[in-house]
């Protein structure tokens, strides 16, 4: 090409990423930070070579397919996808790409955390004493539990599932089952002495912590309802890294509120950045706002990870991580 390709960038990224997007591209890059509109995204479609969308733009068909279109490539902002219709992307002879792998080790990270706050009742705390409410040490104040000896499950067995058992394992020493639609490789299995388990519900029945890896959409929509939460041991907390869409948040709040689960932590909700006040005000809750791979080195990664994938599509190759 002789001219360089126009690209628009929905939200901000990290500074390193923006300037090197714009020394290789002719950018436009949205300065207000604020999401855009269906009608913005369809304008887009008419008026760029290639668009760089994150979790909080809904390309569906009727955008995807906009009459007048010129964009030639979505390159994503993150490994989630549900956001993109790909069947009406592949109709339209769109491109699209992620940025697989490079979050995964913040995302578990975090995970982790959500564990931690929730089994040892750590929101609950720095909730109370920033509200002037500690009245001092006391042998049964706050009790949780501790991990070391307890099991993990993991529903879904992808990366950052695996990078979280690795933790938990290694690091607590907590015992590993996992469901997903088929069993994983072996060799993972023994490196994280990890067993596989055919069926939800008779995995959330042995789990003291259940954990989400698995991506959103229709195919997983509620997937955690309340079936589920019936079948889970009063004491069990739910970790949610995944989407907010993969739990039926009424019957995870009922849960939570009638004691039938011991607890939640999660980064992720189901109409974000909207929280419910009921959950909001739900016992043992940790409610983080989606910061999954919101570490600098991360952030950095994934902008540099969809860069490239933006440089192979010019250069006239396969983009690394075509979906």
């Not at 569906?60 to 790909?86: P, T």
């Not at 995870?252 to 959950?279: H, K, M, N, T, W």
């Amino acid at each position: 090409m002789v001219n360089k390709p126009r690209i628009l960038v929905t939200r901000k990224w990290p500074e390193p990423v923006e300037a090197l997007i714009a020394q290789r591209y002719d950018a436009t890059f949205n300065d207000s930070d604020v999401a855009l509109t269906s009608a913005q995204l369809a304008a887009a479609m008419r008026d760029f070579d290639a668009i760089c969308p994150t979790i909080t733009d809904r390309l569906d068909a009727s955008i995807l397919g906009v009459a007048g279109r010129r964009v030639q490539i979505i390159a994503n902002y993150g490994a989630g996808v549900d956001h993109i219709d790909l069947a009406a992307g592949r109709a339209a002879g769109i491109v699209v790409t992620n940025t697989p792998g490079v979050l995964t080790d913040a995302t578990a990270d975090i995970a982790i955390t959500l564990m931690l706050m929730t089994t040892r009742r750590a929101g609950e705390g720095e909730r109370e004493l920033r509200a002037g409410q500690w009245t001092g040490w006391r042998p049964t104040h706050l009790l949780g539990t501790s991990l070391r000896g307890k099991t993990l499950g993991l529903v879904g067995f992808g990366r950052i599932a695996q990078a979280m058992a690795e933790r938990a394992r290694f690091g607590f020493g907590m015992n590993i089952v996992y469901f997903s639609r088929r069993p994983g490789a072996q060799e993972d299995e023994q490196r994280l002495g990890a067993r596989f388990v055919p069926s939800l519900v008779d995995l959330v029945a042995q789990s003291d912590v259940v954990s989400l890896h698995i991506p959103g959409g229709a195919e997983t929509r509620n997937i955690i309802d309340a079936a589920i939460f019936a079948h889970m041991a009063p004491h069990a907390i739910l970790i949610n890294t995944a989407r907010g869409d993969v739990v039926d948040e009424g019957a995870l709040i009922d849960a939570l509120e009638a004691g039938r689960i011991g607890g939640a932590g999660l980064d992720v909700f189901a109409g974000e950045p909207q929280v419910s006040q009921r959950l909001r005000d739900a016992p043992n809750t940790v409610l983080l706002p989606h910061l999954g791979s919101a570490t600098r080195e991360t952030r950095e990664a994934m902008g540099m990870r969809a860069l490239a994938n933006l440089d192979d599509w010019r250069e006239g190759r396969t983009p690394r991580d075509s979906l």
